[in-house]
C-alpha cells in the first residue's frame, strides 16, 4: 500500500509561483503514471499534469506553457511548478500514482494540498 504525501500548497497572489511536491512511502520502480489532479471549489477533479514512466508529459491545456511536472527517481518524490499562477488555478491539488499490480491497474491518491490564488 502506497502513500501519496503532498506538501507545497498555500495562498499566493496571482502571477506568483509555487511548487508541489508529492512524496512516495516507497521506492517506485514502475508506473503508468504519475501526477497531478486538482479540484477546484465546487467543481470536479480534473488532470493537470501527468508523467509517463518513458518520461513523456501531458498537461491539461489550461497549464500548459505555466506548470512543469517533473520527478526525481531516487527520492521517489515527484514535482509541480506552478508559474503564472491564475486565481483559476484555486484548488485541492492531489498527487496521483497510477501501477500495475498483480496484472491489474491499482491507482493512488494523496491526501491534497490546497493553493488558493488572489487577484
Known amino acids: 500500500q502506497v502513500q501519496l504525501v503532498e506538501s507545497g500548497g498555500g495562498l499566493v497572489q496571482s502571477g506568483q509561483s509555487l511548487r508541489l511536491s508529492c512524496a512516495a512511502s516507497?521506492?517506485?520502480?514502475?508506473?503508468?503514471?504519475m501526477g497531478w489532479y486538482r479540484q477546484p471549489p465546487g467543481k470536479q477533479r480534473e488532470v493537470v499534469a501527468m508523467?509517463?514512466?518513458?518520461?513523456?508529459?501531458n498537461y491539461d491545456n489550461s497549464v500548459k506553457g505555466r506548470f512543469t511536472i517533473s520527478r526525481d527517481a531516487a527520492k521517489g518524490t515527484v514535482y509541480l511548478q506552478m508559474n503564472k499562477l491564475k486565481p483559476e488555478d484555486t484548488a485541492v491539488y492531489f498527487c496521483?500514482?497510477?501501477?500495475?499490480?498483480?496484472?491489474?491497474?491499482?491507482?493512488?491518491w494523496g491526501q491534497g494540498t490546497q493553493v488558493t490564488v488572489s487577484s
Open positions: 508523467l509517463a514512466d518513458n518520461g513523456n508529459t
Open positions: 496521483v500514482l497510477v501501477r500495475t499490480e498483480r496484472f491489474s491497474l491499482r491507482t493512488y
Open positions: 516507497e521506492t517506485i520502480t514502475s508506473f503508468v503514471g
